[in-house]
């Protein structure tokens, strides 16, 4: 079964020190992988896709992720975190086959200490 | 240009009534997807429509349905609703029915009391 788990369910980070925050799928399929970023009260904001092509995925705000097959993983990470940056973000996972429907982690939610 | 809509932003119903959720796509998007999203959780998937057929159903209740219409707008039905039904509805669009970008709305919110 397809599935993806965000391994951290809170992060909190110092102004200006380096954000990581952990995704891990499982898939029998070739993944597309995407993180998007909800702020409170707003919608779902892409912040970048991996989608079979280079596997360091630059997004925007300065994020970026790595996608490492062996280790079924698509990390997220930002160098220096700013306050704005305070928000839920999700990983996603979807597949070449069947509905192509999104498959949502439990969302890993950043608090950004001044 | 305009992103995807939804109406309305917030709605309270009581236990057993139905309701209907409304969603505008992209310009030139021919896929929209819904999600129930509830609080604290990652979005669910519910449905995806192409070309106004329904392309995907996630696991719900047949309690929920929905449709596409030839403007590619679409609309969620929920009938007799429980307190479980409480959540933010979010749609998405996207170009293709495939391995696509998808562009979420701002949500629905559902109380149930």
């Known amino acids: 079964a397809q599935s993806v788990t965000q391994l951290d369910s809170h992060v909190s980070v110092s102004e200006g020190t380096p954000v990581l925050l952990r995704c891990n799928y499982s898939?029998?399929?070739?993944?597309?992988l995407f993180w998007y970023v909800q702020h409170p009260n707003k919608g779902l904001q892409l912040l970048l896709k991996?989608?079979?092509?280079?596997?360091l995925v630059k997004g925007i705000n300065g994020f970026e992720a790595e996608f490492k097959k062996s280790e079924t993983s698509f990390h997220l990470t930002k160098p220096s975190a700013h306050m704005s940056d305070a928000a839920e973000y999700f990983c996603?996972?979807?597949?070449?086959?069947?509905?192509?429907?999104?498959?949502f982690g439990t969302g890993t939610r950043l608090k950004v200490l001044a | 240009d305009a992103g995807v809509t939804q109406s309305p932003t917030h709605l309270i119903k009581t236990r057993g009534q139905q309701v209907t959720l409304r969603c505008s796509p992209i310009?030139?998007?021919?896929?929209v997807s819904w999600y129930q999203q509830v609080l604290g959780q990652g979005p669910q998937f519910i449905f995806q429509?192409?070309?106004?057929?329904?392309?995907g159903r996630g696991n719900f209740p047949d309690r929920f349905s929905a449709r596409q219409f030839p403007n590619y707008s679409s609309e969620l039905n929920v009938n007799a609703l429980l307190l479980g039904d409480s959540a933010l509805y979010l749609c998405?669009?996207?170009?293709?029915?495939?391995?696509?970008?998808?562009?979420f709305g701002p949500g629905t919110r559902l109380t149930v009391l």
């Open positions: 998405a669009s996207s170009f293709s029915r495939g391995v696509d970008t998808q562009y």
């Open positions: 898939s029998s399929y070739s993944p597309s």
């Open positions: 991996y989608t079979s092509a280079a596997t």
């Open positions: 996603v996972v979807t597949f070449s086959s069947g509905t192509y429907k999104y498959i």
């Open positions: 310009s030139g998007h021919k896929s």
């Open positions: 429509y192409y070309e106004k057929e329904e392309r």
